[in-house]
């Protein structure tokens, strides 16, 4: 019961941590493109 706990919140923090690595990834791709109208 105890290893599935763990498990759980180790692939929950992974999950997490993904999707912050794309919204990052996104964030830099957009800020490497050549039309800064977005940040304007």
Not at 18 to 37: G, M, Y
């Amino acid at each position: 019961m105890t290893i599935n706990v763990n498990s759980g919140v180790i692939g929950a923090a992974t999950t997490y941590f993904k999707t912050q690595l794309d919204r990052i990834k996104r964030f830099v791709n957009d800020a490497a493109r050549p039309n800064r109208e977005a940040f304007a």
